[in-house]
T-cell receptor, first 116, second 113 residues
């Protein structure tokens, strides 16, 4: 499968624990995005990378969230001291950006986080 | 930042009828507008997209129109089929820094056989 892959698919954690998710984008894509989606809502932007540089981070993202893309390939999203409000589907997407145009973003299947 | 609004939130049509979903955006610098279909429990998948240098694009039963002056774009599905039932999201993106994808809140389409 040459699409975007995310691991794990499901994560149940106790409140206060730290969790880390991984995303492997399509190999030739230089942009990688993290989104959060709750039931009945559209994907909500968290952060994105161009190669290894984190170019933007949502103002909604608390300091408990951190993301890395150390070699410009896979990315990790860590949530520290999880809260019940963090329960959501975390989606990763990748795209190519060349010059003026963005291209379509391909999504992974997501990691469903449940904080109990 | 960009604000994308999407209407209606739910839409029911009889099989064979047409469905139209509308979105508006606020940032005049947005230049790329994809539409995604998301079935229950699955990832969003692109169904059609349009760039700001064209006003309309069609792919079989699906078409998208863009009005840059009014800052709105629409998805048109003709001859709807039950398998078109899903949640549809519009999105907007612009060139340069900050060109993340901003999504609408989604339209749940039900095609009644």
């Amino acid at each position: 499968d040459t699409g975007v892959s995310q691991d794990p698919r499901h994560k149940i954690t106790k409140r206060g624990q730290n969790v880390t998710f991984r995303c492997d984008p399509i190999s030739e894509h230089n942009r990688l995005y993290w989104y959060r989606q709750t039931l009945g809502q559209g994907p909500e932007f968290l952060t994105y990378f161009q190669n290894e540089a984190q170019l933007e981070k949502s103002r909604l993202l608390s300091d408990r969230f951190s993301a890395e893309r150390p070699k410009g390939s896979f990315s990790t999203l860590e949530i520290q001291r999880t809260e019940q409000g963090d329960s959501a589907m975390y989606l990763c997407a990748s795209s190519s950006y060349r010059g003026r145009w963005n291209t379509e973003a391909f999504f992974g299947q997501g990691t469903r986080l449940t904080v109990v | 930042g960009e604000n994308v609004e999407q209407h209606p939130s739910t839409l029911s049509v009889q099989e064979g009828d047409s469905a139209v979903i509308k979105c508006t955006y606020s940032d005049s610098a947005s230049n790329y507008f994809p539409w995604y279909k998301q079935e229950l429990g699955k990832r969003p998948q692109l169904i059609i997209d349009i760039r700001s240098n064209v006003g309309e694009k069609k792919d079989q039963r699906i078409a998208v129109t863009l009005n840059k002056t009014a800052k709105h774009f629409s998805l048109h599905i003709t001859e709807t089929q039950p398998e078109d039932s899903a949640v549809y999201f519009c999105a907007a993106s612009r060139a340069g820094t900050g060109n993340q994808f901003y999504f609408g809140t989604g339209t749940s389409l039900t095609v009644i056989p």
